[in-house]
């Protein structure tokens, strides 16, 4: 079997979790891409997916009733179902829109979208966004029921489907995601997330016991309800009596940016901090990139005298020469 390319194990354990139990269908659009699918549908097929090939044949037949049974009884006795077809995507989408599938996966050159900066969108709402007259046709399964269309090009699907960077564009019909307050379920990846964010330089380094107190109070944006996409935090009991809330721990996975992932996930910390009767909220980092966020975010940076001063007991002495402090009123 050829090697897909190397992704850490954490983050590669984390995407494969995502597909147990879900219906995939691959559709290579080229000849070159049928191998690269082979393996990453292998893959997804070992760890729990269920997985439908749909690779170019001599068949020009349209997907029938009897092909939609064919696939399923493969699937019901969970073996990676495979067809051949002169039109695969045509094929591939009919068969997707039959089953209703969680992703339908097309490969091919020139389908990831750009926009005119030439920055790759990683995610696109076709109910809010249009697309260009080529690609609405990869657009339409999304009517029919499929929960999302991933355009990749060849030799990048194990990093659009396997990666926090992504490498391809999303399509999805309505919103691709929710913020929503975390369960049990979402702790042990969202914990993930915040151990990148450390790694990356975004976060402080935190002990285990110190991400685990982190989660029952953290909001987190999931795509399609199932992947964590961003984590913050909103700290009161530290500062009780003095008005102020601490947004802690935020931070998005990459493939988001540009996205409004960030500020959707700072308005709604803002929602909660108000339900608490917290009138200001205060933010410390040591990254540019967040104080830059921060400012458009509508926080006024400030001296660390101007925020709470059980902030800096146990602060790293290491950050504390570097940490700027961001403050806004409610």
């Known amino acids: ?63 029938s009733g009897d092909d939609v049974t064919a696939v399923w009884r493969e699937l019901s006795h969970r073996r990676m179902a495979t067809l051949t077809r002169s039109d695969v995507r045509a094929a591939a989408e009919a068969l997707a829109a039959a089953g ?8 091919g050159t020139g389908l990831v979208l750009r926009d005119r900066g030439g920055e790759r969108r990683s995610f696109v709402d076709i109910a809010s966004a249009g697309l260009p007259g080529p690609l609405m046709d990869a657009a339409a399964p999304l009517y029919r029921g499929v929960e999302g269309v991933n355009l990749c090009e060849p030799g990048h699907v194990t990093a659009e489907l396997l990666t926090y960077e992504g490498s391809g564009t999303l399509l999805t019909l309505g919103d691709y995601g929710e913020v929503r307050p975390l369960g049990f379920d979402d702790y042990a990846s969202v914990a993930a997330l915040l151990r990148r964010g450390s790694t990356l330089g975004y976060l402080r380094p935190r002990e285990p016991d110190e991400i685990e107190a982190v989660l029952p109070r953290a909001l987190g944006f999931f795509v399609a309800g199932k992947s964590p996409a961003g984590v913050v935090a909103l700290e009161t009991d530290r500062y009780a009596g003095s ?33 608490c009767d917290i009138s200001r909220v205060f933010a410390v980092t040591t990254n540019d990139d967040a104080a830059r966020f921060f400012g458009t975010c509508g926080y006024v940076e400030v001296g660390d005298a101007d925020v709470p001063p059980a902030k800096w007991v146990g602060y790293p002495a290491e950050r504390r020469g570097t940490a700027r402090c961001f403050v806004r009123e409610l």
Do not use: N, Q, W
Not at 45 to 50: I, K
Not at 100 to 107: P, S, Y
Not at 250 to 264: A, D, K, P, W
């Open 1 to 63: 079997m050829r090697a897909t390319p190397s992704v850490p194990d954490e983050e590669r354990h984390y995407y494969l979790d995502t597909f147990v139990g879900r219906t995939v269908i691959f559709a290579p659009l080229t000849d070159g891409a049928v191998a690269e699918c082979r393996d990453v549908a292998g893959e997804l097929h070992r760890h729990g997916a269920s997985v439908v090939l749909v690779e170019p044949g001599a068949s020009g037949e349209a997907i």
């Open 243 to 275: 008005g102020f809330g601490e947004l802690e721990s935020l931070f998005t996975i990459s493939r988001f940016h540009g996205e409004g992932v960030g500020r959707r996930l700072v308005e709604a910390l803002d929602d909660r901090a108000r339900e």
């Open 100 to 107: 209703r599938v969680h992703k339908l996966v097309l490969v």
